[in-house]
Nanobody
Framework: QMQLVESGGGLVQAGGSLRLSCAASGGSFRTSAMGWFRQAPGKEREFVAAINWTGGNTWYSDSVRGRFTISRDNAKSMVYLQMNSLKPEDTALYYC????????????????????WGQGTQVTVSS
């Protein structure tokens, strides 16, 4: 399994931007699909975005499409989530995850297939 460490969270006003980073080590980052998930207090974990192993295919939840952008740098073993036009409902603990299958599939949004997870970084958006 891979070790994943998220960073970049913080407190931001509505309409602002944040860039989350996820540093990967100890696994096959270059051949893994990567995803971002989030969980707000009292709510279930929610899919946010995913990117396949080449970076050529991405997918987003309806709630963030057009505002968030996922990207990766395989040379640096990093994955990023650029979050623009943030809303109070984006407040959550954001997790990075790795799927050794490498591809975005019908089950990607469920979180199944992701076998490595980070500890999360908190994003708080004030109104």
């Amino acid at each position: 399994q891979m070790q994943l460490v998220e960073s970049g969270g913080g407190l931001v006003q509505a309409g602002g931007s944040l860039r989350l980073s996820c540093a990967a080590s100890g696994g096959s980052f270059r051949t893994s699909a990567m995803g971002w998930f989030r969980q707000a207090p009292g709510k279930e974990r929610e899919f946010v975005a995913a990117i396949n192993w080449t970076g050529g295919n991405t997918w987003y939840s309806d709630s963030v499409r057009g505002r968030f952008t996922i990207s990766r740098d395989n040379a640096k073993s990093m994955v990023y989530l650029q979050m623009n036009s943030l809303k109070p409902e984006d407040t959550a603990l954001y997790y990075c995850a790795a799927d050794p299958g490498g591809k975005i599939t019908m089950i990607t949004m469920t979180g199944r297939g992701f076998d490595s997870w980070g500890q999360g970084t908190q994003v708080t958006v004030s109104s």
